[in-house]
């Protein structure tokens, strides 16, 4: 017999959807939110010749930059105040997560705190944004002015609106993203990085249209580009709703006459905890110091300094070194995260809290073992998916010199945040047919009585 939920998701319809009044205003929302970031992208800082910089920029285009500027919605080409985009913010989720590990306060605050304790992990994250905000904004600005005929009247001025300038619109998108996530629908810092990849998609795929026409990339290497995009996807949607079902029993207990409990129920254990976080925090990493990096390689360097454009040039995208490094960041954030996420001690404590264990697995120590052993082995697999799809279409793509958005890390987190975006629009209409039932429920028992 279907459950509950079930029966109502097969029951929703357009017309439940014409109801559910409050998530139309939080869809509404979102979509206000997005065209406000998307305007963002466009308006350039003060002070740059924008022809100069997109000049300048066509040189970078295919690396390091290029890819930044693929997670920025094209606002590193424009320079927009939206240039650093939600990467310093990212940056420092990761600091505090990793020290929420490694560090007893912060760790006592994570595990023991509660609501409360979260929330000042929030705040400290928000004070290192800004810390990182204002160090990566004052490097662009000194390496802007560092590059002649990129500035039209370089000085003191100059830099501090550029950091100004850039900070505010990193904060600003940390707090929009922040209000999508509780006004609006979906996760708000992963829609503002999906919509900055879909606003570059058209481009990239116009592109490789023309590179086919001139006879810069092959007919056969754009249909096994486009054959690798569409089984890429599908690997995705596959791997994503994959999950290890765990069996879960609560013993029969008996109250007054009655008898209650002899339940079954399932542990859901996904392939992939991590979800989409981990190419997204790997790319940060890798963008943070390679940012820095070809800024300051553009400025006269003094001899000991001399060996920097050569570490550059190695981190540029479809590089062996660059892929390495991305594959191991890749491996180790989903890790990491998963450890973060699901705690099989809690777990196994929640159950036996509740009466429940698993079949020829004893409450308690054994059981947290298990859910780990278990959880290990998932998260191999679902590491090994992530870092496959994210670098073998990188490999082929950078093999024939195409663009990459069509790549596998922008698809993984346009694929996952739409998926992730559509459940939870699936969530508030149940919400809303739910609460529908009981009104239904309570005024049919009222009428009776």
């Not at 300038?165 to 810092?189: A, C």
């Not at 002899?262 to 979800?275: C, E, H, M, Q, V």
């Not at 001899?303 to 570490?311: D, E, I, N, S, T």
């Not at 290990?376 to 195409?402: D, H, M, Q, S, W």
Request: hydrophobic letters at 50%.
């Amino acid at each position: 017999m279907a459950s509950a939920a079930e029966q109502l998701a097969a029951n929703m319809n357009f017309g439940a959807f014409a109801k559910a009044t409050e998530l139309h205003k939080r869809i509404g929302f979102t979509i206000m939110a997005m065209v406000v970031y998307r305007l963002g992208t466009y308006i350039p800082i003060p002070g740059i010749d924008i022809n100069a910089f997109s000049n300048a920029f066509q040189g970078q285009s295919q690396g390091i930059l290029g890819m930044f500027n693929m997670f920025s919605g094209g606002a590193v080409e424009r320079m927009a105040i939206f240039a650093l985009n939600v990467g310093p913010y990212i940056s420092a989720s990761i600091i505090v997560q990793l020290l929420g590990t490694v560090y007893p306060p912060w760790e006592k605050l994570r595990k023991e705190g509660g609501e409360a304790g979260r929330k000042t992990l929030n705040q400290y994250t928000r004070y290192l944004t800004v810390l990182l905000a204002l160090l990566q904004s004052f490097g662009i600005a000194v390496g802007l002015q560092n590059s002649p005929g990129l500035v039209n009247n370089p000085g003191v001025f100059f830099l501090v609106s550029t950091v100004v300038t850039l900070t505010g619109g990193t904060l600003f998108l940390m707090w929009l993203g922040e209000q999508i996530t509780s006004r609006g629908v979906g996760n708000g810092v992963s829609l503002i990085i999906f919509a900055g990849i879909v606003a570059v998609l058209p481009r990239g795929i116009f592109q490789m249209f023309s590179m086919t026409q001139t006879g810069a990339l092959p007919g056969v290497a754009l249909f096994l580009i486009a054959a690798l995009a569409i089984a890429v996807v599908l690997v995705i949607v596959f791997m994503e709703r994959s999950q290890r079902r765990l069996l879960v029993q609560y013993p029969k207990r008996q109250q007054g006459n009655r008898m209650f409990g002899g339940d079954t129920s399932f542990l859901p254990l996904k392939i992939n905890t991590a979800g989409v976080i981990p190419p997204i925090f790997a790319s940060s990493l890798l963008l943070l110091p390679a940012t820095a990096m070809s800024f300051l390689a553009s400025a006269d360097l003094p001899a000991y300094l001399q060996w920097m454009p050569g570490v550059v040039g190695e981190l540029q995208h479809g590089r062996p070194a660059f892929m390495v490094l991305y594959g191991a960041l890749i491996v180790f954030f989903c890790f990491f995260y998963t450890s973060v996420v699901f705690n099989p001690e809690d777990t196994a404590e929640n159950l036996r809290k509740y009466g429940g264990f698993l079949p020829g697995i004893r409450p308690g120590k054994r059981t947290a073992e298990y859910l780990d052993f278990v959880l290990t082995r998932l998260t191999v697999i679902g590491a090994a998916y992530i870092t496959v799809v994210c670098l073998l279409p990188e490999a082929l793509i950078a093999f024939y010199n195409a663009p990459f958005y069509l790549g596998g890390t922008s698809l993984l987190i346009v694929v996952s945040v739409t998926m992730d975006t559509v459940t939870q629009i699936q969530s508030h209409l149940l919400a809303h047919q739910y609460e529908g039932l009981i009104k239904k429920s309570k005024l049919r028992g009222g009428r009776g009585r």
